[in-house]
Every structure is written in structure tokens, then in C-alpha cells.
């Protein structure tokens, strides 16, 4: 019983989020340490106040929820008259890709209806834009004077670089924090626009049930690459540190208990390990962005003594509308599921710093499995 899932707004709140990818020329502490050599690029992660709903005390990737100004049919003006609808410079629309389950949200109209409002894909791209900057102070903007990006590149070819913040910027930050309307009235004020060209297609996660009533995300992960790392300034209210590391380095971080991370994020980091440089991540997301990305619900397995994430691909992973808001039990322990299983796709949930990744299955396309990750059991 799989296809079409009935929206609930009380449940389902789509959202974006950004892997700020910075190059890096300075010896990280892998370099110098028994570990082996960390990756030419570090990414940033931003660890969220305990007093926050949705993971306290998580570092994660900036990002948020879509508000209705993200999409608003006033940012036309703004791309003119170099980027207009439908695809505003981004290129050829990737194919549609069939995910469980199907999500469909009600758009608001915009003067002229549904057309004079922005497309999903530009719109939580400017969602993850704002949330970058009310989060961190990093403006990925563009000056509007830079002209046009080709249609048939949609995408800058090199790494970019975040725009120099203006000498008021804590004064627009409250300002956009207050009312995500004044996001765009900043970028009319620095005749910039939102840099959607430089953020490109990753996955795309749903957040799995786990029996406690919230709200529950669907969000768009997308990359960004810039040349060097920008100069951050945390909010102190959500946001309360953060920290540039590299794959491999946080990592390590999140298995020493220095950091914490969600199981999307500790998946997509062991993504990232894949990547040697900067250039090397930069190319596959522009190659990548003809393919579309995945968008997965997990489907959490509760066994006698632990969790296990499936994912889709793995043996156990059913396209089944009852695992939307259920979970899936057995009575077996999770060494006894894992040994008897062959076509694997899930994260195992040891403990809240031990997470192993178990990945057999091929990859459809251009699509890149995570490396896997066995937690050593003297660690249990």
C-alpha cells in the first residue's frame, strides 16, 4: 500500500538545509595525527541551543523551515531582468524521481495566481539562504549587476565566495529573524539577490516516525561551495557555537562525544568522506544536478535491543503507508537482524554517539552511497 500521502500541515512542514563546503589551506588536526589525511575542504557545522524543540544540542548544517515570503511573488522584480520564471537561470529541471511517500503542500497565490509565485526549488533555496544568514551572518547573495548565468550552465562553474557583510548587518539580522519579509527588502538594500545558482541538489530527508507527536520535516539538503571559509556570526540565541570540520574529522568528533549529530547528518558526512577536494565535490554536484536528487522517509526498526534506520533499497524497507506513522518491531535483537540480512541499506542506532552504516546495495546512477562504518564493539 504504497503511492500518494495525504498532506497535513499540523505534521509536515517542508524545510531546507545548506552543506556549506568551505576550501581549506590551513593543517587540519587529522594532519598531524595518526588518522588519515583529511579532506581538502571543511564544512561548517552550527550546534543548536539546548533550549531549542527539534535536537537541542545538535551541531548541524544551517538551515530551517520554508516561510510564505521564501516563495512570494515579490522577488520577481529582484531576479529582473536577468533571471525570470520558470527556471530563473538554474537549468534544465531534473526528472522527477518516484519517493515514498508522496508529499504534495497547498501553495499560496501570489497577484495572478499560482504562476507569479516562485517554484519550489528556487524558493527553498532562498529559504536555506535566509537561514544561513539569520543562523551564521553568511550572506550567499550575488550582485545583480554580475549579470546572467547562462540557462544551459544553471550553476556557477568555479566555487564561489559569500558576499563581505555590510557594517549593519546585526542590525538586519534582528530584522529578518523578526520577519522573514525583510530578508528580501536586505537584498534590494545591497542590490543583490539570493545565490541559487551556487546551491545544488544533495537528498532530501523525512523526518521518520518515532511516536512522538511534533512536527515532522520534509527537507531539501542541498550543497554550496565556496572558495574560502566566511567569517561567522553566530545568533547566540538558537545558534550557540560552531565549528568547521572536515568529513572525516567530525566524524571523529561525533564518536569522541565532542559533538552530536543526527543520524542524516552523521549519514551525509560519511557522503562527504567520498570526496578528496573541494573541486572534486564541486564538479559531482554539478554533474549530479542533471540526475535529481533522493528524498527518503526512513523507516525506523525497533528491535529487542536497539534501533535500526532503514532505508530505501534495503531488504526490510517497505513502501507501506502503515510505516508513516508507525514503526516497525520485532522481537529479534539487532546482531541477529544484521546477520541475517544481505541487502542492506540502514544506520544502526547503538547508542547516541555509536552509529554504524551498512550499505551493500548498488547505486542508482550518479548517486553516492555513504562509506560504511562499523562501531568497534569494544565501544558498546
Known amino acids: ?17 545548506v552543506v556549506l563546503a568551505a576550501g581549506w589551506k590551513h593543517p587540519g588536526a587529522a594532519a ?3 588518522l588519515p589525511p583529511a579532506e581538502g575542504f571543511r564544512v561548517l557545522f552550527l550546534q543548536r541551543s539546548k533550549n531549542q524543540k527539534f535536537v537541542p544540542g545538535a551541531h548541524v548544517f544551517p538551515g530551517g523551515v520554508l516561510d510564505a515570503a521564501d516563495r512570494s511573488a515579490d522577488w520577481l522584480h529582484l531576479f529582473a531582468p536577468h533571471h ?71 550553476s556557477t562553474p ?16 534582528t530584522r ?16 543583490c539577490t539570493p545565490n541559487i545558482w551556487a546551491l545544488h541538489d544533495w537528498s532530501g ?15 531539501n539538503f542541498f550543497v554550496c561551495c565556496l572558495r ?14 560552531y565549528k568547521w570540520s572536515s568529513p572525516s574529522e567530525a566524524t571523529e568528533s561525533f564518536l569522541s562525544k565532542e559533538i552530536w549529530l543526527a543520524p542524516p547528518q552523521f549519514y551525509e558526512i560519511r557522503r562527504l568522506e567520498k570526496f578528496a577536494s573541494l573541486s572534486n565535490l564541486h564538479k559531482f554536484c554539478l554533474e549530479y544536478a542533471l540526475e535529481g536528487a533522493e528524498k527518503w522517509l526512513p523507516i525506523i526498526c525497533v528491535t529487542a535491543d536497539g534501533i535500526i534506520q532503514l532505508y530505501p533499497g534495503d531488504e526490510l524497507y517497505l513502501e507501506d503507508s502503515d510505516f508513516i506513522e508507525k514503526v516497525l518491531p ?51
Open 1 to 17: 500500500m504504497s503511492g500518494a500521502l495525504r498532506t497535513d500541515q499540523r505534521i509536515w512542514r517542508q524545510a531546507a538545509t
Open 32 to 34: 598531524s595525527s595518526s
Open 84 to 154: 525570470a520564471p520558470p527556471r530563473f537561470g538554474l537549468g534544465p529541471a531534473p526528472p522527477q524521481r518516484a519517493s515514498f511517500p508522496v508529499l504534495s503542500f497547498s501553495r499560496p497565490e501570489g497577484p495572478g495566481g499560482d504562476a507569479a509565485a516562485l517554484p519550489d526549488d528556487v524558493a527553498l533555496r532562498i529559504c536555506a539562504i535566509r537561514e544561513t544568514f539569520e543562523e551564521s551572518g553568511v550572506l550567499l547573495l550575488r550582485r545583480r549587476s554580475a549579470g546572467q548565468i547562462p540557462e544551459s550552465r544553471g
Open 158 to 173: 568555479e566555487p564561489d565566495c559569500a558576499l563581505e557583510p555590510p557594517p549593519d548587518v546585526s542590525t538586519w539580522r
Open 176 to 191: 529578518v529573524r523578526g520577519d522573514a519579509r525583510h530578508f528580501l527588502d536586505l537584498c534590494a538594500h545591497l542590490d
Open 205 to 219: 530527508w523525512l523526518t521518520p516516525f518515532t511516536g512522538e507527536k511534533r512536527h515532522r520535516f520534509d527537507t
Open 228 to 241: 574560502e571559509p566566511p567569517r561567522i556570526q553566530i545568533d547566540l540565541a538558537e545558534v550557540v557555537d
Open 330 to 380: 520485532t522481537k529479534k535483537k539487532t546482531e541477529e537482524i544484521m546477520k541475517e540480512g544481505k541487502k542492506l541499506h540502514r544506520l544502526v542506532q547503538h547508542h547516541s554517539h555509536y552509529y554504524s552504516i551498512h550499505v551493500t546495495i548498488q547505486s542508482k546512477g550518479k548517486h553516492i552511497y555513504p562509506r560504511n562504518y562499523v562501531v568497534n564493539k569494544s565501544h558498546l
